[in-house]
Nanobody
Framework: QVQLVESGGGLVQPGGSLRLSCAAS????????MAWYRQAPGSQRELVAA???????QYRSSVKGRFTISRDNAENTVYLAMNSLKPEDTAVYYC????????????WGQGTRVTVSS
């Protein structure tokens, strides 16, 4: 019903920047919350940032001041601008959205890999 496709991942040096995007497509009537999660090797998936339908944002403490989440409701797209990247930011980043497509439920993208290394 709803597909999420992430893009923008890649290899970047410490201190560099990267911008991730996630576009939702399919039979979508509305999208509520959107968020970015990440999963580092050997770790559990964790919330990075979230943005509610009203625009309120949430960030995990380790990325505050460095990452910015935003959304374009007209395009059903969420972005994650990442600055001052650190090696510990290395992970697969997943897009998540709660969308209405007949009913409200949570959807996940396939993930995009971010590697921060010299």
């Amino acid at each position: 019903q709803v597909q999420l496709v992430e893009s923008g991942g890649g290899l970047v040096q410490p201190g560099g920047s990267l911008r991730l995007s996630c576009a939702a497509s399919g039979s979508i009537f509305s999208i509520l919350d959107m968020a970015w999660y990440r999963q580092a090797p050997g770790s559990q998936r964790e919330l990075v940032a979230a943005i509610l339908s009203g625009g309120r944002t949430q960030y995990r403490s380790s990325v505050k001041g460095r990452f910015t989440i935003s959304r374009d409701n007209a395009e059903n797209t969420v972005y994650l601008a990442m600055n001052s990247l650190k090696p510990e930011d290395t992970a697969v980043y997943y897009c998540n959205a709660e969308a209405h497509s007949g009913q409200y439920r949570s959807y996940w993208g396939q993930g995009t890999r971010v590697t921060v290394s010299s």
